[in-house]
């Protein structure tokens, strides 16, 4: 059974992409500071485009996508995204991911947003596990899965090149069995 969409909380709404949340994910897509650790530089206008296109068909993990994309609102106003996909062929194991512009910070949002979203997806599909991977130095990243209740799994160094330099990557993991 797919995750019934809008996930809801006390004070967010998870929802799937809309064509017009471009201006929102590039105001804080584009902020360096919210870059810094992603994959990505901060973005420009037509690569949000781009961006916004490929995330619109992330509906459900068992889509032909195999992912789930989702902006965050707080009071009608985008403040963050959440993505999970499956990453086996056993469809059993998946992969959270997320990013909130700097306004959002410290306000309790992702772990408000990022909780609503492990629980449904442990409800609604047969997972096992669920993993976010992140730069080592992320610390805020860090944080927040472990007041999601992850475990600390592995600490790869110096495993990933980006943006010019040798990064390392933290590896975190909860499992159905845990929730």
């Known amino acids: 059974m797919p995750i019934p969409l809008p996930l809801t909380t006390d004070r967010l709404c998870l ?4 064509p017009d949340d471009v201006d929102a994910l590039l105001a804080y897509y584009s902020d360096p500071d919210v870059a810094r650790y992603l994959l990505d530089e901060p ?3 037509e690569y949000a485009r781009q961006e916004l296109e490929r995330r619109l068909v992330r509906t459900g993990l068992r889509s032909d996508a195999r992912s789930l994309a989702l902006v965050v609102e707080h009071q009608g106003q985008v403040i963050g995204d959440l993505a999970i996909w499956l990453n ?8 959270i991911g997320w990013v909130f512009s700097a306004q959002a910070a410290g306000k309790g949002y992702a772990t408000e947003a990022a909780t609503a979203l492990i629980d449904a997806a442990f409800t609604h599909h047969d997972l096992h596990r669920i993993e976010a991977q992140m730069d080592a130095r992320n ?3 860090a944080q927040l899965c472990e007041r999601l209740g992850m475990q600390r799994e592995a600490h790869l160094r110096q495993n990933w090149w980006m943006k010019g330099e040798w990064t390392s990557t933290l590896v975190y993991g909860v499992l159905a069995s845990e929730r």
């Open 15 to 18: 929802r799937t992409y809309l």
């Open 43 to 45: 973005w420009a206008e």
């Open 88 to 95: 086996d062929s056993t469809g059993r194991k998946a992969e």
């Open 139 to 141: 610390c805020a990243s």
